[in-house]
């Protein structure tokens, strides 16, 4: 079946330590994006990709980077230096260009401080 | 900033009964909206979208009314089962024109609960 692929659904992090956070997507999709999701809330665009090898900064990026190498793939790295990892992430794709398309979600990754 | 928002955070509703959902957004130019539905644990699922165009579209036991005059989203569930409890969510398209690429602003989220 065709969808988006986010792995591990769950990790943990120590203090210091970068952690990379995968998502894969077979729908053939252009554009893919990373969202942050704290409990009760909406969700917050971390970054996000138009076209493989560019990327653009979100309303959240600091502390986080992602790389676009193919089009199948948008891994996002949380590094050391965002102090407030703990959330949960979500992936979504959706077709580019000028027409407004639905964005397609994965299940999520949740990420915790030990 | 401008942002989505939602009017109630909690409904309650009896299985059978009709549920609606609303949604209150601040940018006028905005022109598009999606509704999504998501359970606990789980990626938000797309419902039903809109585009500005648009006054109301219907989908399988869903309807979306689109109010540009007084910026408001409404989504309605018609007889609602225990299976849509869920967390909803309207999304807005804040990059009017075809220059934003799929960017969306989501609100806060309304918990559905649905009562046998």
């Known amino acids: 079946d065709g969808g988006i692929t986010q792995s591990p659904k769950y990790l943990f992090r120590k203090e210091g330590q970068n952690v990379t956070l995968s998502c894969e997507q077979n729908l053939n999709h252009d554009a893919m994006y990373w969202y942050r999701q704290d409990p009760g809330q909406g969700l917050r665009l971390i970054y996000y990709?138009?076209?493989?090898?560019?990327?653009q900064k979100g309303d959240i990026a600091e502390g986080y980077s992602v790389s676009r190498e193919k089009k199948e793939s948008f891994p996002l790295t949380v590094t050391s230096a965002q102090k407030n990892p703990t959330a949960f992430y979500l992936c979504a794709s959706s077709y580019g260009g000028l027409n407004n398309q639905p964005q397609h979600f994965g299940d999520g990754t949740r990420l915790s401080i030990l | 900033g401008e942002s989505v928002g939602l009017h109630l955070p909690t409904l309650s509703v009896q299985e059978g009964d009709n549920s609606i959902i609303n949604c209150a957004y601040s940018?006028?130019?905005?022109?598009?909206f999606i509704w999504y539905k998501q359970e606990s644990g789980k990626g938000p699922q797309f419902i039903i979208d809109i585009r500005s165009n648009m006054d109301k579209r219907q989908g399988q036991r869903v309807t979306v009314l689109l109010n540009k005059t007084v910026k408001h989203l409404s989504l309605q569930i018609a007889a609602t089962q225990p299976g849509d409890s869920a967390v909803y969510f309207c999304a807005e398209n804040v990059g009017a024109g075809g220059t934003s690429y799929g960017k969306l602003t989501f609100g806060q989220g309304t918990i559905l609960t649905v009562h046998p």
């Open positions: 940018n006028s130019a905005s022109d598009y």
């Open positions: 990709s138009q076209i493989v090898n560019d990327f």
